[in-house]
């Protein structure tokens, strides 16, 4: 059964740093870019960073720009999001998707993660 799953969510004062993970079963990452999406309730899924398959290239959305960065461990299977400089503003659910005919970004999201919760408050 092919999976994603994200950790790493939780509770940081503004200021902090969380890192989250994506980690896929069943299959290998290797070959499909990956992205991070965010939600907060009443408003659309927003695509804040993608990943090539190869990490050659990585895109931020403007709102996360300098804060956040993507990278991937293929031989763990992972994609990472590190988040510094955090501030309510980016309180929400953070997911992980791809397209499985993607390698490029950006791309149409087919497969998603369950998601992690994000919180930014003091």
């Known amino acids: 059964q092919l999976q994603l799953v994200e950790s790493g969510g939780g509770s940081v004062q503004p200021g902090g740093s969380l890192r989250l993970s994506c980690t896929a079963s069943?299959?290998?990452?290797?070959?499909?870019?990956i992205g991070w999406f965010r939600q907060t309730p009443g408003k659309e899924r927003q695509g804040i960073s993608c990943?090539?398959?190869?990490?050659?290239?990585?895109t931020y959305h403007e709102s996360v720009e300098g804060r956040f960065t993507i990278s991937r461990d293929n031989a763990q299977n992972t994609v990472y999001l590190q988040m510094n400089h955090l501030g309510p503003q980016d309180t929400a659910v953070y997911y992980c998707?791809?397209?499985?005919?993607?390698?490029?970004?950006?791309?149409?999201?087919?497969?998603w993660g369950q998601g992690t919760q994000v919180t930014v408050s003091s």
């Open positions: 990943i090539s398959s190869s990490g050659g290239t990585t």
């Open positions: 998707a791809l397209d499985l005919g993607s390698s490029i970004c950006p791309f149409e999201p087919e497969r």
């Open positions: 069943g299959f290998s990452l290797d070959y499909y870019a």
